[in-house]
């Protein structure tokens, strides 16, 4: 089957997760539903299963804005990553699973909103739409999510390396090698660390940078009549 060289760049965000076999295709996203800083050892051995079984890459993911569009760089920059494999629980602040699937099954709309989520900040203003849909395209989900046995997730990452198809729960999972065309660079084109604050339309804009204006304005204002009085 053919593997390529995933891009210069690859893994090209940091974040919480373990670098394993580059020619691996499977990846796993464990949801992580408290502070990065007192991740409990029972996620952590998903994160190590994952890994020590052949991921590509295996890590956590919190919030479903700047969480994700990390995942979407490091993977489409790596062509032979076919799956993600989604486990531990749920973040009851952020919906960060169902999010995620929701990404790869739904997409997201002309303002780069998660289409079928009831997340609270699903934007992924940060990717290209060239780089959303190439994930979705790339990947394909293996839900595991509410399950905490790490051999599950061993099991899970061993059949996607079969080289015929095998059954795993519901799946028919093998390597069908890497995807057809070349890695993306997978760097954040720009960063927007607060998505529920951005403007999501063109009349809202144009009335932000009036506001702007005008502030800009009031200020000059203010700092003449400063140095007036000095």
Known sequence: MLKVDPHPDYPSED????RG???SPVAVAIILNCDGDKIPPELE????AGIETGAALSGTVQTENIGFEKIVCNIVANPNIRYLIVGGPESMGH???????ALIQHGVDDKKRIIDTDAPHPFLFNLSMEMIERFRNQLSVIDLQFEGDPDLIRKAVWSCYQESPVEFRSYSLYDPGAYSETPLSGKLTWRITQPWA???DDKEREAKRKAQELMKK??????????KKS
């Open 15 to 18: 974040g919480r997760y373990l």
């Open 21 to 23: 076999n580059d020619f």
């Open 45 to 48: 051995s998903l994160v190590r």
């Open 95 to 101: 919906l960060t699973g169902e999010a995620l699937k």
């Open 198 to 200: 951005e403007i999501l």
């Open 218 to 227: 009031l200020k000059a204002r203010s700092k003449k009549k400063q140095e």
